[in-house]
């Protein structure tokens, strides 16, 4: 497929017109832009990873950004995508711009001894373990290349980024599901008036639950199993807990939640806080 040089970013990275679909493309690889000129047709290596530019982001338009962004740091987020695909397979490329935009911003704060702190990093290292693994490489990249040491809070976010690079979901949404378990655990934990042992398995999978409970009610979908009677039958306590839990949290999202969540809930807090329903 030929291409036509639009703009050199550096020698690593280029803004080109694909001949195909007359639609500008950021393609980045080792090499690719030395030597090129304005205008001049080419056709890029099979190796190279191309982004095109006619995309809405969450933090304006990829062509805006491709300009602005230093092509480094589209380098590095490419680096992390192309670690990421190791694990997930083929990702939405679509969020290179403002994953490198992010990466950018985080080295600025980072040399200006700006520290964030995210109070969500231990839930997004819990509910989105594996974008969190593959995030990590980002702590090797910027050492080799910058000499400039990232920690876990801005890992992250880089995790949220690489998320919503797997499904449809904005960064901003996943932040949603890790604040929404943040606020029931600790709701949770205020009921019972106990803390809860992070390490179990309970606790991991009450996580879980909490986590695609929080995404059937954005996406407004619905249990098929109604275990509200037999759960407030059985452990009024926990069902109790769960129904002042779902409305907190409908409260939190602004949404209303099918009252069948309740019961599943009261399942896990059951199981978590109180040690029964082992088996299930």
Not at 70 to 87: F, G, N, S
Not at 192 to 209: F, P
Request: net charge negative.
């Amino acid at each position: 497929m030929m291409y036509r040089m639009s703009k050199v970013l550096n020698n690593n990275g280029v803004i080109a017109i694909c001949m195909e679909d007359n639609q500008e493309y950021v393609l980045l690889g080792k090499g690719i832009g030395f030597g090129k000129k304005v205008s001049q047709r080419f056709e890029p290596p099979a190796d190279c990873t191309c982004y095109r530019l006619a995309e809405e982001t969450e933090r304006g338009s990829a062509k805006q950004l491709a300009q602005s962004v230093a092509p480094e740091y589209l380098e590095i987020a490419d680096e992390v995508l192309r670690e990421a695909e190791k694990t997930f397979g083929e990702l939405d490329r679509r969020i290179l711009f403002s994953l490198a935009d992010h990466i950018s911003f985080a080295v600025e704060r980072i040399r200006a001894g700006e520290q964030i702190s995210n109070p969500l990093t231990g839930d997004i290292q819990v509910l989105f373990y594996s974008e969190f693994k593959a995030a990590s490489v980002l702590k090797e990249i910027l050492a080799a290349r910058m000499q400039i040491e990232i920690d876990d809070h801005e890992i992250g976010y880089v995790a949220l980024h690489i998320h919503s690079a797997i499904g449809d979901e904005d960064v901003s949404v996943a932040m949603q599901t890790a604040r929404a378990v943040r606020e029931c655990i600790a709701a949770i934990e205020e009921e019972t008036g106990s803390g809860i042992n992070v390490e179990s398995l309970a606790y991991n999978r009450l996580m879980n639950h909490i986590k695609y409970m929080v995404a059937r009610i954005l996406k407004g979908e619905t249990l098929y199993l109604n275990m509200n009677d037999y759960m407030e039958a059985e452990y009024p306590r926990s069902y109790a807990i769960s129904r002042n839990v779902c409305s907190h949290l409908g409260r939190s999202i602004g949404m209303e939640l099918d009252e069948m969540e309740i019961g599943y809930l009261a399942m896990h807090i059951e199981r978590v806080c109180f040690g029964n329903l082992r088996g299930q």
